[in-house]
């Protein structure tokens, strides 16, 4: 029988996502501009290297659920990652951002390993620590308060890497004399935290270590192929429209995200005002993870997801029709994003809930593997953010510092609105036809699953 959670492993379940943000942020907003204006690595050779690591980190996500259902170690089969992952992975996100070897080659080389190895483990950790919202509680409102505080402490860790770490990177790189260090030394520092995360919910959940294990710690328990692993998301039609929504709702962002420097240089003169628009975002997702559990527990996940996406949806088609000065883009975005925070919140809550589906519809439990799939749509989104940024400055043959024109001005207004609202209101649709998933709908089945087990024919 699982011992009910006390209040430290509820409000502090997002702590390893704390750690984890100030560490990807690195990566996420400066991994191009260190290969090319750093680590001096020739543009060609760029270029291959952030395709080859975007498929490489695509394939880690199904890799790293099989990874973690198929392990079972003594300290919990999911809270176990939390020790053993994150140094691993930070000895490698080390070298990811390093300078080894006079030849560009070699530090390529080097670059590539340490990002192939790095996002393999942190996939499974980060998979691990997912999981432990299914596993550590069946309660409804646990799960959903646990997600909403990871959204807060996600928010936080990016907005804590925007303030400091920014400055950070160029200060160390000034200190030691090498702006390659300063890299180095951060990526250095901000693994550690990310280390220290995830070791102190490591501690706070040691009374519940074994919760959601299907057999005793160090003993085998019954595998699934990697096949009936796979099966899980063909016969489960709310994980399927909870992935689709996700990427969709994921490649809006990165999209808007992508575009914005262009926004704010063309089409609205505020260039200046790109840093504090970014802050803002941020913020507002914030403040939408701050309410999204008493709003969920009133209106359930899926209505509060799909209200939530409408209004940032609503919020793009307003950027996209009207004429905006910088000020009214800004405080629409603001309020639109909210739209995007809440749903942020509810993820994993909603993810934990297709595992008791799954569980209900084959008899069999693939939490580790089902709850490792959050990232995929993240992963897919970031590689077709590319493209269709690329495609849209295509269209009106842009080149940098090119004088402002009517085709351009639309071209960039579709870019960062029209488009990534189309992408979100299919995604909304798929998920209204297949996440059937309602708090009813869900004690129904979890006392379905319970009976099963309990009955001698099992």
Aim: proline share 4%; aromatic share 12%; glycine share 8%.
């Amino acid at each position: 029988m699982n011992k009910p959670l006390k209040k430290s492993a509820i409000n502090l379940y997002g702590l390893p996502s704390f750690g984890f943000q100030t560490m990807v942020n690195i990566e996420v907003m400066f991994f191009a501009a260190f290969l090319t204006d750093f680590a001096k690595i020739p543009l060609a050779l760029v270029s291959t290297i952030l395709l080859a690591t975007s498929i490489a980190d695509i394939l880690a996500v199904p890799t790293a659920g099989v990874i973690l259902e198929k392990s079972n170690m003594k300290w919990g089969k999911y809270r176990s990652w939390l020790l053993v992952g994150p140094p691993v992975a930070a000895l490698f996100y080390i070298l990811q951002f390093s300078q080894i070897g006079g030849a560009a080659e070699i530090s390529a080389v080097i670059i590539f390993i340490g990002f192939v190895v790095s996002h393999l483990v942190w996939n499974t950790f980060y998979a691990a620590h997912i999981s432990m919202n299914n596993a550590l509680t069946t309660v409804r409102e646990e799960r959903i308060s646990m997600a909403s505080n990871r959204g807060m402490f996600n928010a936080a860790g990016a907005l804590v890497f925007s303030y400091f770490g920014v400055k950070a990177i160029a200060a160390i790189g000034a200190g030691v004399g090498s702006p390659v260090l300063g890299y180095t030394i951060m990526a250095a520092i901000t693994g550690g935290i990310m280390i220290t995360c995830n070791l102190i919910y490591y501690v706070i959940t040691k009374d519940y270590a074994q919760n959601g294990s299907e057999a005793q710690a160090g003993k085998p328990a019954e595998k699934m192929s990697v096949g009936e692993m796979f099966k899980q998301i063909i016969v489960n039609p709310p994980l399927i429209g909870l992935m689709l929504v996700e990427l969709g709702r994921y490649l809006g962002r990165f999209i808007i995200f992508g575009m914005a420097f262009y926004y704010f240089k063309y089409v609205i003169n505020d260039l200046p005002g790109l840093a504090l628009f970014m802050t803002g975002l941020t913020i507002s997702s914030f403040f939408a993870a701050m309410i999204a559990a008493p709003v969920a527990k009133r209106l359930g996940e899926k209505t509060t997801y799909m209200l939530a996406l409408s209004l940032l949806v609503i919020g793009l088609l307003l950027v996209w029709f009207m004429p905006l000065e910088a000020t009214a883009f800004k405080i629409i975005m603001f309020v639109a994003y909210i739209g995007y925070g809440l749903p942020d919140s509810l993820g994993v809550a909603m993810y934990s809930a297709t595992v008791d589906y799954g569980e209900w519809k084959t008899g069999k439990n693939a939490r580790g593997f089902i709850m490792s799939l959050i990232s995929f749509p993240i992963k897919i989104s970031v590689f077709v953010r590319s493209v269709i940024i690329a495609a849209v400055l295509g269209s009106v043959g842009y080149v940098a510092d090119m004088a402002t024109t009517p085709e351009l001005v639309q071209a960039i207004k579709n870019g960062i609105a029209l488009y990534p609202a189309i992408i979100m209101v299919i995604g909304l649709v798929l998920m209204f036809g297949l996440y059937t998933l309602t708090p009813k709908r869900m004690a129904e089945m979890s006392q379905e699953v319970a009976e099963r087990k309990q009955s001698p024919l099992e």
